[in-house]
């Protein structure tokens, strides 16, 4: 082979390791790479879309277009998704209702202010994450969205609201319910004067005596007035007094919600009662 030849084929043989080289450090960049998660990775059958509420498909999309390369998500239509692969891939169930599911879900997000159309959107009806849906990158995050939402927070008293939004946002169900009973417990022992010896059921009961209570109405019936010492005493006994003693006795976020609002009640009858004692000495 002649010299210059040599000189061609030693520099081609340069310029293809070197493209080889380029193409394996691509390869390696690209598998380093998050990427997006399939619906299918996540719910492998129609069965399986059909069977979730809104809601929680809902977690399923936005766990999904979290997972999203931004020029997938700069593409993010309405339209274009419930037509996408994604979709049309699960196939077609006998009452064609798969579409309808998925336009729930994806409603469902707009109304939570997970997703929201572009401002620039114009007839694209193009959207993007929020920043709240961006907070929410899988479904452990979307699910303790679901349960602090299930809270009615504007409602709660704020000594409440301070106690339980931790542990109900963790799922500590129990726990949550003990810290607003311990609040009512606290008022109470306050609002009468009592001291640290006094507690529980029986506290309640003194309290509210309809013969000697300090927090009693007299201005009620009596009736009325043994019914509340009962309310006071049987919510202490019936939920505090068990979540002290023993662990996950309330694991229903709907029960820890009812209980949670039953202690703000009993809060704020407590106030009412001070609050009238204080303004007229002759309502004990």
Known sequence: MAEGAEGYYSRDV??????????????????????????????????????????????????????MTPQEQFQLNRHNFLMSGEVIGYGRDP????????????A?????????LKPNAAGSYGYFITRRGQKLIDRNAHEAYRRAGMLPRSLLHPLIDSRVYASFLRGAYDTAVFEALREVKVAVREAAGFGPEKYGESMM??????ANGPLTDRT?????????ANLFAGAIG??????????GTVRDPVIAVEVIVLANHLLRLVEERRQAI?????AR
């Open 220 to 228: 009620s019936l009596k009736s009325e007035q043994e019914a509340m």
């Open 108 to 116: 469902w997000l707009e109304r939570e202010c997970l997703i929201a």
């Open 95 to 106: 009452q064609d209702r798969l579409p309808c599911v998925f336009a729930e879900a994806w």
């Open 278 to 282: 204080s303004t007229t000495p002759a």
């Open 14 to 67: 340069e310029s293809i390791a070197g493209i080889t080289k380029l193409e394996g450090c691509a390869t390696r960049l690209k598998s380093s790479l998050p990427m997006t998660k399939s619906l299918k990775s996540m719910l492998p059958d129609a069965t399986s879309v059909l069977a979730l509420e809104p809601e929680e498909l809902g977690g399923v999309l936005l766990e999904h277009f979290n997972s």
């Open 205 to 210: 009961r003194e309290a509210f005596n309809p």
């Open 238 to 247: 019936l939920y505090k007094n068990s979540s002290s003693h023993r662990t």
